[in-house]
């Protein structure tokens, strides 16, 4: 592209059209330029100008022709078929072909800026000591490295060094919006990357953060945002009066109706409306609509908040350091409370008030509920409960990211290794529990909670059910894959068992799901020179995650060892009957007691049932979850038919296996 | 075991999971209707049945037993 | 026992006593909600809390049993669970309680077991005579001061308003509740009734029709079980002077599936209910925004007396877009009197525009909105007042709003206004909503709701109700004809049966005559009269056309000759098993206007007619209309008049106007054969060629497909 100054005649006509420069020296323009399409346009320092030909068409204005009109530019550089209208400073920008920027007050850089990455997060601890670095390429399991393994010096070290050194890859001191980016109304963009194809409509100001470019996907900034140091990847939307200090938004988040966060970071498909934020580590579909709802020093995903769900992080002694960490699938009932530090296990649910400090982490599929001022565990109570089962099934559906480039890895599996493995703990806990307890005792105690004696056993039972039921689905699936007696054999003997071993412990990064031996290695290889880049570091968990179906069927080896006593090779045609039949039994046990749950969805009695999911299902319009009137309720139907598949597929197994010789 | 036996049994466990005296409690008593009791008590009384008595009850069928009545024959069939 | 609804339903929504019945402690349940949301919305009225455990609750004295209750009671609310319902409501029952609302789910929704207990708790609202809201319901709220009951779980008490609220999906209704509570739009009563499983939404019309304190009714329905109750009632409702809006949630299409007929198949489900909603004068809305809209415009306002409005703007581009909508609308922008105009002149400054639409000029103040208000709504040849704000910086915009009110206030002219922004002009909106001024952000939206108040006060008076009857029918006849064909396991009647059929319908018909030889053939084409048409008759062969098996306009005895062979040749290829009754000659009518007459069967509304101008009209522009039969003559005519290509038939471009009588008569002969022959599944008459005005019409082809055995 070959530049040049104005002809004279050009210069006349800037001028006719009210247009003045400091120096018309310091002007260069595209060969092909030509000036009909500005006017009122004040320039100073080195611009330079492309071609404007082309007739925009713009959503808010219709169509209009893309050139200057009353703009004062600076030091900027005005890529093709570029509109800007009624902007009073442009300075410093590098403005990409066909952007748009109209009726804006001020777009402006004021020196060397790293666009929001580089940005300390205090998160979790609010206190300091779990400090987040974000950049714009930073995934959920990146972040869940940093904030949690901070005592793996060498990882953290290499980590930040990398990312540092990104950051200050970044730097400039002009700022850059993409092209087809549209900012319309705004009052101060100050120190930003606005992306390809984002929309800015009605922000108030918008300082030192980075907005992701993304055809397939753009960010969409709306009416009365006020943003502070901050990083939005593609897909998401800001509107609404939001304020943000410090933050980090993923991909496909949504945030709206006023939502104030700072210090925080939430990934993919979050949501958040209404309420407050601080400090938070919001993992995928982490949601939070309603009023007074305040979220502070947590980590959440797969979340959902009651309306009035509120924490407090202060001990008053040592200042807000303390954190809560609930695990994947976890639910705050209306108007909950709970005083940090506090850990809340997978899909379990907080109603009431609890000023204990208490660990659930041990117990999945849990309620804790605040009974005359103490911190009450039903285990394993929330397996059955309607709830449960629509989000599980709910949110792979709800994945809003269509950036060709996803960040976070998402694993949804219900039934997991980890959460199983966390299953066969609370096993064992309860076990401990129900042995030393005394017929006596109405409660016994476990880290600050209380669990009511006689309903251990029931939580034993339950628990077995999922446990059951993995161990069917996992041979099942692989049945159903084979087609002869050979392939069969050839897959089971491949599992890689490590003999004598016990089924080893599974992370959850956060949505991706992980065994300790593949985490340890996924260290290894960021710590190793070969990993030089941000870049590398996704690839690296692309990589890792590459291997979760087969370390799953690892992991169900050992456990079938673990329960059955014989590993996958040895299996024999009695015992894979017997293993279907228990998947079978269990899984049609479990969608009854769903079933029977539904018909309880709005159980006056049920302290547990209504106040929690009932607040949300009267206020969302989602069909799926409120109870049909004429026709049978959808998810009844749904789980119904299940039933019957769950019979058909047996049998196909079985019929399959009769063919089968093994001994 | 002999039915009326079997039926002091059965008040005295009802009685202590609600928390009420076992003479309040007559031979037709409805769970949730005459006594209160709500779902988080319904499983208490399954699991205190099954201490009580050492058996193992299958859970759908238990929570579908709404008198005092019908819980003492169904747990009368365990017994046999 | 005998039920009285309308008695049971006042002590519902009017009780003296409520029992909650099922109630405990438990801060966030459904039975403390209620409980605390009665006594929270100042209930005027005692209230018992029923608990087998609790002696008290929220400070109130509580009952073991229902019939542990001293006092007789009005209203029991019960929240116990689905299993033990019935055992709570016999109790009911025997202390003489007639008003019920059942708020547990766990019934016909879920069915298996569910629907059992639906079934019993109807049995014993029956044996008593109760009346019971439910269940799987949110409860019922009645802002009557008399009453102030909130018995559902709705979080807050709405405003007290005029307007009802019906819904069958509690879903929605807190949505609504908090969209209106956000406008200051009040309610008089709010009712969700879940499963209906005796009170429905037809009861609940009958109610409101009475009720002194409701002025407009808006319903939210997934499904229609009595289509034409509904429509009754509806009538009778409007007819009362309540309009009636609704939003109907589409379930997924199942009417439109494969259907034997051109009707069944173009008759879809959301047409159907469509037709019905208009043919009934209920309005119906495409959302919760639309429908507010116009419930606002009905509640808040009197009625026009025409349709001619002035429009009051501070911003000519608003005040343009106004009456284009307007006029897209079909209202009038009044002409002022000279004395309007020069009072006008003299109060505003010279570069305002004083006439109608009339702009005040952006730094318009409040004197000159109260210039413009009084000189519109003193012309008498102004029936309504829009006014439109746009907020410029020296626009007062609270001034101007209670200016608006207070003239409204003095005024029998109904009042509307567009304040166009949101946050500047937020303020001034609350002013105008508290003062029931109906507020639209858009002029557009305004317009609309007008025309539809407008068109309610002109039609509601005139929902004729004669259903008009031939006497020159042989109803027995075409009953045996069904009869037997179907109990000789047929489902199509041949054409000569239909044609026979028609005919005892008084159904102006072709001569026509069945020829099995050619010879026949020859014989009838002359007695019939060149040119003719000739069809195969055959039981296997539905679609002729296809079959080869029509071939049209031959003008002489040659022609009908090999006409004879070549139908027989095409239908052997075509179908070599299908035996051939003979060949139908008729009457080929070369001058008119095809137009299709329709008949469907439909499981909620019962006999659907359809009429559209056939051909590409109705093949692919789908330009068709539906209505329930019977048909009034005002129900044909407005059919007719629906469809686009009906001013085909009024004569367009030097055409002359057909015989739009004669279809009219076709109509109400099908609507009248539709109601007695329950029989006729689904009919086409397709064409009915209609010629020029006064030469009648006549039925060229008919399909009829009966129910099945």
Wanted: include cysteine; hydrophobic fraction near 40%; proline fraction near 4%.
């Amino acid at each position: 592209m070959a530049y040049r100054n104005l002809t004279s005649q050009e210069i006349e006509k800037l001028k006719q059209q009210g247009c003045s420069s400091e120096s018309w020296g310091t002007l260069w323009v595209d060969e092909k330029f030509t000036p009909e399409q500005i006017f009122n346009a004040h320039f100073s320092g080195k611009v330079t100008l492309g071609v404007y030909s082309e007739t925009l068409t713009i959503p808010s204005l219709g169509k209009h022709p893309a050139g200057i009109w009353n703009a004062s530019l600076k030091d900027c550089r005005i890529g093709d078929n570029v509109l800007i209208s009624n902007v009073q400073n442009l300075y410093h920008y590098d403005i990409s072909h066909h952007a748009v920027i109209n009726t804006v007050q001020t777009v402006t850089m004021t020196g060397e800026t790293h666009f929001g990455n580089g940005t300390e997060l205090e998160i979790l601890n609010e206190g300091g000591g779990r400090e987040l670095l974000i950049y714009d390429k930073l995934s959920a399991q990146i972040a869940y490295l940093l904030v949690h393994f901070r005592y793996q010096k060498n990882l953290i070290d290499k980590l930040q060094r990398l990312i540092s050194d990104y950051c200050e890859s970044k730097v400039g001191t002009i700022g850059h919006i993409g092209p087809y980016a549209q900012i319309h109304n705004c009052q101060i963009i100050k120190n930003m990357t606005i992306g390809e194809g984002a929309l800015v409509e009605g922000a108030i100001l918008l300082e030192d953060g980075t907005l992701a470019g993304c055809q397939e996907d753009p960010v969409k900034i709306g009416h009365g945002v006020i943003a502070k140091h901050f990083i939005v990847q593609s897909g998401s939307h800001i509107d609404d009066g939001v304020l943000l200090e410090k933050c980090f938004v993923g991909q496909g988040v949504r945030l709206g109706k006023q939502y104030s966060a700072e210090g925080s970071a939430f990934f993919a498909n979050c949501e958040g409306y209404h309420g407050e934020a601080v400090s938070i580590f919001a993992g995928p579909y982490t949601v939070t609509h309603h009023k007074s709802t305040l979220l502070i020093a947590g980590m959440f995903s797969f979340y959902n908040a009651g309306s009035g769900t509120n924490q407090s992080n202060h001990m008053y002694k040592l200042g807000p350091l303390h954190q809560g960490i609930l695990e994947r699938g976890a639910k705050t009932g209306s108007l909950s409370y709970m005083m940090w530090p506090c850990s809340v296990g997978a899909f379990s649910v907080v109603t009431g008030k609890h000023a204990a400090n208490f660990d659930a982490s041990d117990f999945p599929f849990s309620y804790i509920t605040a009974e005359e001022g103490k911190s009450q565990l039903t285990p394993a109570m929330n397996l059955f409960t309607v709830g449960t089962r629509r989000d599980s099934e709910k949110w792979p559906s709800r994945d809003r990211r269509k950036d060709p480039q996803t960040f976070d890895i998402l694993h949804f599996d219900l039934f997991n290794p980890r959460t199983i493995g966390k299953i066969l703990n609370a096993l064992s806990i309860l076990q401990n529990l129900g042995e030393k307890s005394r017929k006596e005792q109405e409660f016994v105690s476990y880290k600050g909670l209380v669990i009511k004696r006689l309903l251990i056993r029931s939580g034993i039972k339950y628990y077995k059910i999922p446990v059951a039921i993995y161990l069917g689905q996992c041979l099942l699936e692989i049945l159903e894959k084979t087609k002869s007696e050979k392939e069969l054999k050839e897959i089971l003997f491949s599992i890689p068992i490590k003999e004598n071993t016990e089924p080893e412990l599974w992370y959850d990064l956060a949505g991706m799901l992980i065994p300790k031996s593949r985490l340890e290695t996924c260290f290894e290889k960021i710590v190793s020179s070969k990993t030089d880049s941000v870049e590398t570091l996704l690839l690296i968990f692309d990589e890792v995650a590459s291997h979760y179906k087969a370390d799953n069927l690892s992991w169900w080896g050992h456990l079938l060892k673990k329960e059955y006593g014989v590993y996958p090779s040895e299996l024999n045609k009695e015992l894979i009957i017997q293993l279907l039949e228990s998947w079978k039994t269990n899984t049609v046990k479990l969608n009854n007691m769903v079933l029977k749950d539904a018909e309880k969805e709005f159980d006056p009695t049920s302290q547990i049932g209504y106040g929690l999911d009932g607040d949300e299902a009267l206020r969302k319009i989602d069909f799926e979850i409120v109870r049909g009137t004429y026709d049978e309720n959808p998810f009844v139907k749904k789980l119904r038919l299940e039933n019957n598949q769950v019979e058909t597929r047996f049998q196909a197994a079985i019929n399959a296996l009769k063919i089968f010789r093994l001994t | 075991m002999e039915t009326k036996k079997l039926q002091e049994r059965v008040k005295k466990v009802v009685a202590n999971v609600l928390k009420m005296d076992p003479e309040e409690i007559s031979d037709d008593a409805n769970f949730i209707f005459d006594l209160g009791a709500d779902s988080m008590q319904s499983l208490e009384l399954v699991a205190a049945f099954e201490e009580e008595f050492g058996i193992e009850l299958d859970e759908d069928k238990a929570l579908s037993v709404q008198t005092v009545a019908d819980a003492v024959n169904f747990i009368a069939s365990y017994l046999k | 026992m005998k039920k009285n609804i309308k008695v049971n339903l006042d002590k519902i929504f009017y009780p003296d006593s409520i029992a909650v019945v099922g109630a405990n402690k438990v801060v966030g349940t459904v039975p403390y909600d209620i409980l605390r949301n009665i006594l929270d919305a100042d209930f005027n009225g005692v209230v018992y809390p029923v608990s087998p455990r609790e002696r008290f609750i929220a400070g109130i004295k509580a009952y073991k049993y229902v019939s542990d209750i001293p006092d007789p009671v009005d209203l029991a609310i019960l929240v116990f669970p689905s299993s033990v319902t019935h055992l709570a409501l016999e109790q009911c029952g025997q202390k003489g309680i007639k008003g019920v609302i059942i708020i547990s789910a766990g019934f016909k929704e879920v069915g298996g077991e569910g629907i059992e207990r639906e079934k019993r708790v109807k049995e014993i609202a029956d044996k008593y005579g109760m009346s019971i809201i439910g269940p799987n319901c949110l409860g019922v709220i009645n802002t009557d001061a008399r009453s102030k009951i909130n018995a559902s779980f709705a979080r807050r008490m709405p405003e007290e308003g005029t307007i009802a609220f019906l819904s069958q999906s509690g879903a929605l209704c807190t949505a609504v509740l908090d969209y209106a509570y956000a406008k200051h739009i009040g309610f008089s009563k709010f009712i969700s009734f879940g499963n209906k499983a005796d009170v429905t939404e037809i009861d609940l019309l009958y109610y409101l029709k009475d009720d002194p304190k409701t002025k407009v009714i808006l319903m939210y329905l997934e499904e229609i079980t009595d289509g034409p109750g509904l429509m009754k009632a509806a009538r009778t409702v409007i007819r009362a002077g309540k309009p009636i809006l609704i939003l109907k949630a589409g379930r997924t299409p199942e009417g439109a599936l494969a259907a034997a007929s051109h009707t069944g198949s173009m008759a879809g489900n959301d047409e159907i209910c469509d037709a019905a909603f208009r043919q009934a004068g209920i309005i119906r809305c495409q959302n919760v925004e639309e429908m507010f809209n116009i419930a606002i415009a009905f509640a808040y306002q009197p009625m026009p007396k025409s349709n001619r409005i002035a429009i009051i703007t501070n911003a000519g581009g608003p005040g343009v877009l106004a009456t284009d909508a307007a006029i897209h609308e079909g209202l009038e922008l009044a002409k002022f009197s000279e004395e309007t105009l020069s009072m006008l002149k003299k109060n505003l400054p010279a570069t305002a525009n004083i006439k109608n639409p009339v702009d005040i000029i952006g730094d318009a103040r409040v004197d000159r909105y109260n210039v413009a208000l009084t000189a519109a709504f003193n012309e008498p040849s102004v029936d309504a007042v829009f006014t439109i704000l746009t907020p410029q910086s020296m626009t007062e915009i609270d001034l101007i709003a209670r200016e608006i009110a207070k003239v409204a206030h003095h005024s029998e002219k109904p009042i509307y206004a567009s304040f166009m922004g949101e946050a500047d002009v937020s303020q001034g909106i609350d002013v105008l909503q508290r003062n029931k001024i109906p507020h639209y952000f858009l002029p557009e939206s305004m317009c609309r709701a007008f025309a539809i108040v407008y068109q309610f006060s002109q039609t509601r008076h005139n929902v004729p109700t004669t259903i008009p009857t031939y006497e020159d029918i042989n109803a027995p006849y075409v009953e045996e004809m069904i009869t037997h064909t179907i109990s000789m396991g047929k489902q199509f009647l041949t054409e000569d049966e239909s044609i026979r059929l028609l005919k005892a319908y008084g159904f102006p018909v072709l001569k026509t005559a069945l020829a099995t030889t050619v010879d026949e053939a020859i014989q009838k084409a002359e007695d019939i009269g060149f040119p003719v048409v000739m069809k195969v008759v055959s039981d296997k062969i539905i679609h002729k056309s296809e079959a080869g098996g029509v071939i049209l306009n031959l003008q002489n005895k040659t022609e009908v000759t090999e006409a004879f062979h070549t139908i027989l040749e095409n239908v052997k290829k075509f179908n070599p098993t299908a035996s051939v009754k003979g060949i139908l000659i008729e009457k080929m009518i070369l001058d008119g206007e095809e137009v299709i007459l329709g008949l469907k069967r439909d499981k909620s509304f019962g006999p659907i007619l359809m009429f559209g101008l056939g051909g590409i009209y109705v093949e692919i522009f789908k330009d068709v209309s539906f209505r329930i039969a019977p048909l009034t003559e005002h129900d044909a005519k407005a059919m007719i008049e629906e469809t686009r290509a009906s001013a085909i038939l009024h004569g367009i471009r030097g055409r002359k106007p057909r015989d739009v009588e004669k279809i009219i008569e076709c109509l109400l002969r099908l609507s009248q054969l539709a109601v007695n022959h329950p029989s006729i599944e689904e009919m086409d008459i397709n064409p009915l060629i209609v010629q020029p005005k006064g030469m009648g019409a006549y039925v060229a082809d008919v399909r009829i497909i009966l129910k099945r055995e």
